[in-house]
């Protein structure tokens, strides 16, 4: 049982978005303020929703705000062609006839043995009814806005509050949350929203088909002396092992040793704490041989990981603890680590089955490290997450995973196929794209895009981050291309200094411009740059020829 497609609507930048999961890892790249952070904080808010959890005002895409101001202040009366509108979020589940079924049997829509899909829809919405009640609502604040304006003094600060400012504070009031199974039509291959299960309605939880956990950017690490992430983190890891029963030798066993610690430390304690236990016993209200007090040991197996136990590296036959580490270190250890705290979440106690479908979120991983760090960890974290969710009494789960990252490193060592790119597509959304999708845009010469596969992989990662591309042939223009960027931005600056004019546009070497040796190859290059979209300059060398086989003058081209 897998994800294979997640539809959000109106969150941030997505606002009409859609992202193909691949079975086992996803990798979503992207230049900054693209929507890789939105895509994470959606699933949590909507599959981990909490009172810490909560929708914004500004979680709105900017053209949904628009769109709820255009309802409120020009009144749609025909309740039979309202939609609900809001947050969406629907995933796309598909299984087979090899999965366990008794979960998802409750919120299945099509018993047609060829349709094996559900859909499941999370939704914070405005209905009808509501939108009703937002308009009167409104329209009393704003005539006491109004009152307020008037009686306000010349010398104080006039502003007036809007309907934004508004729906900033009271948008919980309108916008409800819907939790549905919405009917898959396998003729159109999409969901039809007309026809759902009301989840909430029937009691139904969803926490036995999905168990969604994350890693954010944002990880705990440093290498303060103060700092003992990675030694509370093992704790955390025992926490979740014992809850499972597993390794229940070792588990025992150091209970154990506790226990037999517990009564040698009684026994000094008795010593140590004598005289301040007779001084107590001189107080009134304690009869002779009353209420006794005595100190004894009691370490608890939890605590004492958390609070004694420290994580050590070895160098140069020296142990050394773990704040020692660089940044680099530490946050790959971390994640690891933090890995195992989750896949153990994963698992569930022992008396729960692990959900049909585990999904786990790493955010940016490459935070603090290295390239060759980078490499490593792309080539090792497939492996490592491939094992899924398997208990030693033989219940298992899937596990799928998607990782976003800035990183051209990871992405020169990841599989082509699993990689989605994500661009603007306009100021206020973005799209996805597959790029083995590239392959049907090659079919007339695969050679071609085998090729474009490999260089990606191995050379220019890179270019999938960058606003713009200049695709040179070598190393002289290589050499040249940033000595003349920087030799046109000082002429540039010296100009409007003469002329005492402003240069609004940013110096070229300010630009995220990613410049690429594509040597004779450049036409290859045509189909891949219209794929995801950035403007490119093309500029190949005087060894060009034209159709009579004579040499060209130099060639620049602009996409």
Same mark, same amino acid.
């Given at each position: 049982?897998?994800?294979?497609?997640?539809?959000?609507?109106?969150?941030?930048?997505?606002?009409? *978005?859609?992202?193909?999961?691949?079975?086992?890892?996803?990798?979503?790249?992207?230049?900054?303020?693209?929507?890789?952070? $939105?895509?994470?904080?959606?699933?949590?808010?909507?599959?981990?929703?909490?009172?810490?959890?909560?929708?914004?005002?500004?979680?709105?895409?900017?053209?949904?705000?628009?769109?709820?101001?255009?309802?409120?202040?020009?009144?749609? +009366?025909?309740?039979?062609? *309202?939609?609900?509108?809001?947050?969406?979020?629907?995933?796309?589940?598909?299984?087979?006839?090899?999965?366990?079924?008794? #979960?998802?049997?409750?919120?299945?829509?099509?018993?047609?043995?060829? #349709?094996?899909?559900?859909?499941?829809?999370?939704?914070?919405?405005?209905?009808?009814?509501?939108?009703?009640?937002?308009?009167?609502?409104?329209?009393?604040?704003?005539?006491?806005?109004?009152?307020?304006?008037?009686?306000?003094?010349?010398?104080?600060?006039?502003?007036?509050?809007?309907?934004?400012?508004?729906?900033?504070?009271?948008?919980?009031?309108?916008?409800?949350?819907?939790?549905?199974?919405?009917?898959?039509?396998?003729?159109?291959?999409?969901?039809?929203?007309?026809?759902?299960?009301?989840?909430?309605?029937?009691?139904? $939880?969803?926490?036995?088909?999905?168990?969604?956990?994350?890693?954010?950017?944002?990880?705990?690490?440093?290498?303060?002396?103060?700092?003992?992430?990675?030694?509370?983190?093992?704790?955390?890891?025992?926490?979740?092992?014992?809850?499972?029963?597993?390794?229940?030798?070792?588990?025992?066993?150091?209970?154990?040793?506790?226990?037999?610690?517990?009564?040698?430390?009684?026994?000094?304690?008795?010593?140590?704490?004598?005289?301040?236990?007779?001084?107590?016993?001189?107080?009134?209200?304690?009869?002779?041989?009353?209420?006794?007090?005595?100190?004894?040991?009691?370490?608890?197996?939890?605590?004492?990981?958390?609070?004694?136990?420290?994580?050590?590296?070895?160098?140069?036959?020296?142990?050394?603890?773990?704040?020692?580490?660089?940044?680099?270190?530490?946050?790959?250890?971390?994640?690891?680590?933090?890995?195992?705290?989750?896949?153990?979440? *994963?698992?569930?106690?022992?008396?729960?089955?692990?959900?049909?479908?585990?999904?786990?979120?790493?955010?940016?991983?490459?935070?603090?490290?290295?390239?060759?760090?980078?490499?490593?960890?792309?080539?090792?974290?497939?492996?490592?997450?491939?094992?899924?969710?398997?208990?030693?009494?033989?219940?298992?789960? +899937?596990?799928?995973?998607?990782?976003?990252?800035?990183?051209?490193?990871?992405?020169?060592?990841?599989? *082509?196929?699993?990689?989605?790119?994500?661009?603007? #597509?306009?100021?206020?959304?973005?799209?996805?794209?597959?790029?083995?999708?590239?392959?049907? +845009?090659?079919?007339?010469?695969?050679?071609?895009?085998?090729?474009?596969?490999?260089?990606?992989?191995?050379?220019?990662?890179?270019?999938?981050?960058?606003?713009?591309?200049?695709?040179?042939?070598?190393?002289?223009?290589?050499?040249?291309?940033?000595?003349?960027?920087?030799?046109?931005?000082?002429?540039?600056?010296?100009?409007?200094?003469?002329?005492?004019?402003?240069?609004?546009?940013?110096?070229?070497?300010?630009?995220?411009?990613?410049?690429?040796?594509?040597?004779?190859?450049?036409?290859?290059?045509?189909?891949?740059?219209?794929?995801?979209?950035?403007?490119?300059?093309?500029?190949?060398?005087?060894?060009?020829?034209?159709?009579?086989?004579?040499?060209?003058?130099?060639?620049?081209?602009? $996409?």
């Amino acid at each position: 049982m897998k994800i294979n497609k997640i539809k959000i609507e109106n969150f941030r930048l997505l606002k009409n *978005f859609q992202l193909d999961i691949e079975n086992e890892l996803s990798l979503v790249i992207g230049k900054n303020n693209c929507g890789k952070t $939105s895509l994470l904080a959606v699933l949590d808010k909507f599959l981990n929703q909490s009172d810490k959890n909560k929708f914004s005002f500004d979680d709105f895409n900017v053209d949904f705000k628009n769109e709820i101001k255009a309802l409120v202040e020009n009144p749609l +009366e025909d309740v039979a062609v *309202f939609k609900q509108k809001g947050i969406k979020l629907k995933l796309f589940i598909e299984y087979n006839e090899e999965d366990d079924l008794s #979960n998802i049997s409750r919120v299945m829509m099509d018993l047609d043995p060829n #349709n094996n899909f559900i859909v499941l829809g999370f939704e914070y919405v405005l209905d009808f009814e509501k939108l009703k009640k937002l308009r009167i609502d409104y329209n009393d604040f704003e005539k006491r806005e109004a009152i307020k304006f008037k009686k306000k003094k010349d010398d104080e600060p006039k502003s007036f509050k809007d309907l934004i400012y508004f729906l900033k504070a009271n948008h919980q009031d309108y916008f409800t949350f819907a939790k549905k199974s919405i009917e898959f039509d396998l003729s159109t291959n999409e969901e039809n929203e007309l026809n759902f299960i009301d989840l909430i309605k029937e009691k139904i $939880s969803i926490k036995e088909i999905i168990n969604f956990k994350f890693i954010s950017a944002k990880r705990e690490v440093s290498n303060k002396e103060v700092d003992k992430t990675l030694s509370i983190q093992t704790s955390k890891i025992y926490k979740k092992t014992e809850a499972s029963d597993e390794q229940q030798e070792a588990i025992d066993d150091f209970k154990d040793k506790l226990s037999d610690t517990d009564f040698v430390l009684s026994d000094i304690y008795s010593n140590l704490f004598k005289n301040v236990i007779e001084k107590v016993k001189t107080f009134g209200g304690i009869k002779k041989d009353d209420s006794i007090i005595e100190i004894i040991s009691t370490l608890q197996h939890r605590e004492l990981l958390e609070g004694n136990t420290t994580v050590m590296y070895t160098h140069n036959d020296s142990s050394l603890p773990e704040h020692y580490n660089g940044l680099g270190y530490m946050n790959l250890i971390s994640m690891i680590f933090e890995i195992e705290i989750l896949i153990q979440d *994963f698992k569930n106690s022992k008396d729960e089955k692990p959900s049909d479908i585990n999904l786990l979120f790493i955010e940016e991983p490459e935070a603090h490290t290295h390239p060759q760090m980078q490499y490593v960890f792309i080539k090792n974290i497939k492996e490592l997450l491939k094992q899924g969710i398997k208990r030693d009494d033989g219940q298992s789960g +899937e596990l799928q995973s998607i990782i976003s990252t800035h990183s051209s490193h990871i992405v020169s060592e990841s599989n *082509f196929d699993d990689i989605k790119y994500l661009k603007k #597509n306009g100021n206020n959304s973005v799209i996805a794209k597959n790029l083995k999708e590239l392959k049907e +845009e090659y079919k007339a010469n695969t050679k071609q895009y085998e090729f474009l596969k490999q260089y990606l992989t191995i050379n220019r990662a890179e270019i999938f981050f960058a606003d713009k591309a200049i695709l040179i042939e070598g190393d002289t223009e290589r050499i040249l291309f940033p000595t003349l960027m920087k030799k046109y931005d000082i002429d540039e600056e010296k100009k409007h200094n003469n002329l005492g004019t402003v240069d609004d546009s940013l110096p070229l070497l300010s630009q995220n411009i990613s410049i690429i040796e594509v040597g004779a190859y450049s036409q290859i290059f045509e189909k891949f740059i219209e794929f995801i979209g950035i403007k490119t300059l093309i500029i190949t060398d005087l060894d060009t020829v034209g159709l009579d086989d004579k040499k060209c003058e130099p060639s620049i081209g602009v $996409s």
